[in-house]
């Protein structure tokens, strides 16, 4: 599978953002898609996760009812809408793929897309 990120760039706090992740090379029927984000000397951080058959989806706490993911299934592209952006969540995203359940291993990920949130 192959996994390209679009949509970062420079915003102001408190604006929205949409990132895509473009998915090929696989039919992700057994899928779940899962975006993260790495700021500077910080660790990779979790950010949401759906199962691409049924479009279940789970978040983690610092993006809760912020953000949004969801997926295009005709157009194997997931999304990542995010709300209300803050300084913090600056950071590169990255778009990862695991094939099968849980355990989740994600043995597929994209290049990366950079937001920058302003104050």
């Known amino acids: 599978a192959q996994l390209v990120e679009s949509g970062g760039k420079l915003v102001q706090a408190g604006e929205s953002l949409r990132l895509s992740c473009s998915a090929s090379?696989?039919?992700?029927?057994?899928?779940?898609v899962a975006w993260f984000r790495q700021a500077p000397g910080k660790e990779r951080e979790f950010v949401a996760r759906i199962n691409w058959s049924v479009g279940t989806t789970y978040y983690g706490d610092s993006v809760k009812g912020r953000f949004t993911i969801s997926r295009d299934t005709a157009k194997k592209v997931v999304y990542l809408q995010m709300y209300n952006l803050k300084p913090e969540d600056t950071a590169v995203y990255y778009c990862a793929a695991a094939p099968g359940g849980i355990p989740y291993s994600y043995n597929y990920w994209g290049q990366g897309t950079q937001v920058t949130v302003s104050s």
């Open positions: 090379g696989d039919t992700f029927d057994d899928y779940a």
